[in-house]
C-alpha cells in the first residue's frame, strides 16, 4: 500500500487510521469486536433521530457497517474512529470525517454518542481531537457539517467548535418517512483557535 503523504501535512496513508488522543479519551481503529457497542449507539432510536439513514436492526447490520467504515478508508473517502475514555477500550461513540476530498482540501463531519454518555463532554472532546488531526495531519483547509435543524445540542457543540452556519436547505432529507431540512455548517482552517470549546 502507498505510504507517501496524501497531502502537506504529517498523515501517511496505511492499513488504519491512527490512534489519537485527547485528555480523557482516545479515537481509535474499530474492529469486529466493536459490533456490540455499534448496536447500543446505532440501533438506538433517539440516537438515530436526526440521522438520514433508520437505526441498525442487529448485530448483523453493525457488523455490516464496520465493515463498510474499513471499505470506504481503504478507498480513501472516510476516517471513522470509535470515542472510548483513556483507562477502557470500550466504544462509547464514533467520530468522523467523510466524504474526503484530498484535492480540494475538505470533508464533512459526523459524530455519535451512546444515549448513557450524553452530557458529559465527550463529542466536544473527541471533535477537537478530530478537527486538530483533519487541519494538522491532514492539511485540509475546510470542514462541512450537515444538522437537522431542531438538532439543538449538536448545533450549539459544532458552533463552540467555531463553525459558522452558512445555509438552510429545505426539505434536504427523508428519513422514516418524515421530510427533514437541514442546516449547513462550516469551519476555515484560518478560523480555527486550538481548545476554544
Not at 488522543?21 to 436526526?50: C, H
Not at 475538505?106 to 486538530?132: D, K, N, P, T
Request: hydrophobic share 40%.
Amino acid at each position: 500500500m502507498d505510504r507517501k503523504p496524501a497531502v502537506p501535512g504529517t498523515f501517511e496513508w496505511g492499513d488504519e487510521l491512527p490512534r489519537l488522543s485527547g485528555r480523557r479519551l482516545d479515537l481509535r481503529w474499530l474492529t469486529g469486536g466493536d459490533a456490540p457497542a455499534m448496536l447500543e449507539i446505532f440501533g438506538n432510536a433517539e440516537v438515530m433521530k436526526f440521522w438520514s439513514s433508520p437505526p441498525l436492526a442487529d448485530l448483523v447490520a453493525a457488523s455490516q457497517l464496520i465493515d463498510e467504515i474499513h471499505e470506504h478508508f481503504h478507498a480513501r473517502r472516510l476516517f471513522q474512529w470509535g470515542i472510548c475514555s483513556r483507562d477502557s477500550s470500550q466504544v462509547h461513540g464514533t467520530c468522523t470525517l467523510l466524504n474526503v476530498d484530498l484535492t480540494q482540501r475538505r470533508a464533512e463531519i459526523g459524530f455519535a454518542l451512546a444515549r448513557g454518555e450524553w452530557g458529559q463532554g465527550l463529542a466536544s472532546e473527541a471533535l477537537e481531537v478530530m478537527i486538530r488531526f483533519a487541519f494538522e495531519a491532514l492539511g485540509l483547509q475546510r470542514l462541512e457539517a450537515d444538522v437537522d435543524p431542531r438538532n439543538e445540542r449538536s448545533l450549539r457543540l459544532l458552533e463552540r467548535q467555531g463553525f459558522r452556519r452558512e445555509g438552510y436547505l429545505r426539505e434536504r432529507w427523508l428519513h422514516s418517512g418524515e421530510t427533514q431540512d437541514a442546516v449547513f455548517l462550516g469551519l476555515l482552517r484560518r478560523e480555527w483557535t486550538p481548545g476554544q470549546a
